[in-house]
């Protein structure tokens, strides 16, 4: 069934025959998903500034319940260098939460623009890589806010002494909390992109182990850069989870190679005595009849076909 839109010139403004999207007609598909994806940010924006003080109680925790970092009277105090920096770290806080509220809708409208271009069995894994990506960044969340409370503790009691008062400025603290949370939740999608080799048959779960070496190697390297403390504790907890993690995808590229039966010998079931079955044709071979030359058709002169060679394929003579 085909329909036009405004017809201004060909039939490049119309639906195809076989129900396909033009060009335009995808451009105004990613305009109204961009609009309502939008739409939904702006909703969770304003949830987000409502969560805004709760949020910024929950990031201040890892540095207040130090014991070092609490005043005379029990309480902690962080200190604002601009007039407005606590105002715009909140408004920065409510559009964090904001994308994390409407993720279900603006994730939504990417997948319902992209999912009609996929395969089934590519968007089956995009569903199970979606499902697993959420809760390994959550897992790396929680790891960073652990390793922030024990790195602030060690920095704290490195350079705290006397009678010297840590007050930290609430910007700076706050972005170096998030960006040590972002950092965990990015490292830890890491097995995602192991299991995506193994799974489009770019790695072998065999050769995928067979790096192990190189790969705690460079989770320790890559764990001592982005780590911002000193202290080797965040540094190796997080290398060490980076690692349990690589084993266990390895483990799962294990069993998808066996059941799609990678690595295995196509003659593994044949005796070394065993013959091999021929597939025989049987069709007989017959000989090209002859074509009648009954003069020439059309000013040309028809030309028989080359008899058969009467002879064996050995016969050199």
Not at 1 to 12: D, Q, Y
Not at 83 to 110: H, N, S, T
Request: hydrophobic share 50%.
């Amino acid at each position: 069934m085909a329909f036009a839109l405004r017809k201004r010139g060909p039939s490049t403004f119309e639906r195809a025959a076989d129900g396909s999207m033009t060009l335009m007609e995808h451009i105004r598909e990613l305009r109204n998903r961009l609009f309502r994806a939008s739409l939904a940010i702006v909703v969770g924006f304003g949830v987000g500034i409502w969560l805004a003080g709760p949020v910024l109680h929950l990031l201040q925790q890892p540095y207040c319940d130090l014991p070092k970092a609490r005043l005379a009277n029990g309480t902690c105090n962080f200190v604002q260098l601009g007039p407005a920096d606590l105002f715009l770290l909140q408004l920065k806080v409510g559009l964090w939460v904001g994308l994390i509220v409407a993720a279900p809708v603006w994730l939504y409208q990417l997948w319902a623009f992209i999912a009609p271009g996929l395969h089934r069995h590519e968007r089956r894994y995009a569903y199970v890589f979606t499902g697993l990506a959420a809760p390994l960044f959550a897992a790396g969340a929680v790891l960073a806010y652990f390793v922030t409370s024990k790195g602030l503790e060690f920095l704290l009691n490195v350079s705290g002494g006397g009678d010297i008062t840590t007050t930290l400025d609430i910007t700076r603290y706050i972005s170096f909390i998030t960006n040590l949370i972002l950092l965990f939740g990015v490292a830890f999608e890491f097995p995602l992109l192991v299991l995506m080799l193994n799974f489009v048959g770019l790695a072998s779960a065999r050769k995928l182990l067979g790096w192990w070496r190189v790969a705690i190697f460079v989770f320790f390297a890559f764990s001592a850069v982005v780590t911002p403390t000193p202290d080797p504790f965040g540094m190796t907890a997080l290398a060490l989870c980076l690692s349990a993690l690589y084993f266990a995808a390895v483990g799962v590229a294990f069993l998808n190679d066996r059941r799609k039966g990678r690595g295995r010998k196509a003659y593994a079931g044949l005796s070394d005595d065993e013959v091999s079955p021929l597939e025989l044709d049987d069709d007989p071979v017959v000989a090209t009849p002859e074509l009648e030359l009954s003069g020439p058709v059309g000013g040309v002169e028809p030309v028989a076909p080359p008899r058969p060679i009467d002879r064996r394929y050995d016969d050199m003579t």
